[in-house]
């Protein structure tokens, strides 16, 4: 079996695993979005998955999806683009560019040059502001009781519009919890979008209310 035929197969099985969970939830396939984490993959490990039809896709840093993205993305209209790692606030600019959606909004000072370029370009990527359940110190994100009123905050102070939650449970801890605490912050703040899950655990995301599920090495294989 070719690698081509190893992540071709791994995007049909995450999909009937998603469609699983979703049937044993009682929901809808068609309410989670599967954002496929090509972070360390070059382009050709990539074209595979697309010709799978898979279409949405996250990365961790923008440099890195700024070398491969831009071609694959005119070679094959119709991807959107999710980052997932951390922002640096002087890569806000190219972030708002390039993504249309950003998973990892955590602090003022990153809200502000958010704002700042979503004016100027005109354009608007989806915003999920990250929590930081585990209270990490190494993590980012917002922590569970300062949440509601970084939500409120990014409204009103900074006029952006956050459509969602995005949480990292602890690798050591188990992430049911995790989840619930975030499904909780959202509903309290009337938000519908719920980024959570990973390779190992995106069944019991589903199962808390996950929107979408980032996932990688179950598509792609190992990262080297």
């Known amino acids: 079996m070719t690698s081509a035929d190893t992540q071709i ?24 979005t599967l954002v496929a984490v090509s972070k360390t993959f070059p382009a050709e490990a990539i074209e595979p998955v697309i010709a799978g039809g898979q279409r949405v896709f996250g990365e961790n840093r923008v440099q890195e999806a700024k070398a491969k993205w831009p071609a694959l993305i005119e070679k094959h209209p119709g991807i959107a683009l999710h980052l997932i790692g951390p922002l640096q606030s002087n890569k806000a600019r190219e972030a708002v560019a ?24 005109g354009r608007q990527p989806t ?65 519908e979008l719920l980024s959570m899950g990973m390779s190992a655990d995106f069944t019991t995301a589903i199962a808390m209310g996950a929107t979408h599920v980032r996932v990688g090495s179950a598509i792609f294989g190992a990262r080297g």
């Open 9 to 32: 197969t791994g995007l049909d099985t995450v999909r009937a695993e998603i469609a699983r969970g979703c049937r044993d939830a009682g929901r809808d396939p068609a309410g989670v």
């Open 98 to 121: 390039l993504f249309d959606a950003i998973h990892s909004v955590d602090r003022p000072s990153l809200c502000e040059e958010l704002a700042k370029e979503i004016a100027k370009q």
């Open 127 to 191: 915003l999920f502001a990250q929590i930081n359940t585990g209270a990490e110190p190494q993590k980012a994100g917002v922590l569970p009781q300062y949440a509601d009123q970084f939500i409120v905050d990014c409204r009103v102070n900074y006029g952006l519009t956050i459509s969602g939650l995005m949480c990292i449970p602890p690798a050591d801890e188990a992430p049911g919890p995790h989840f619930a605490l975030t499904a909780n912050i959202a509903r309290c703040n009337g938000l």
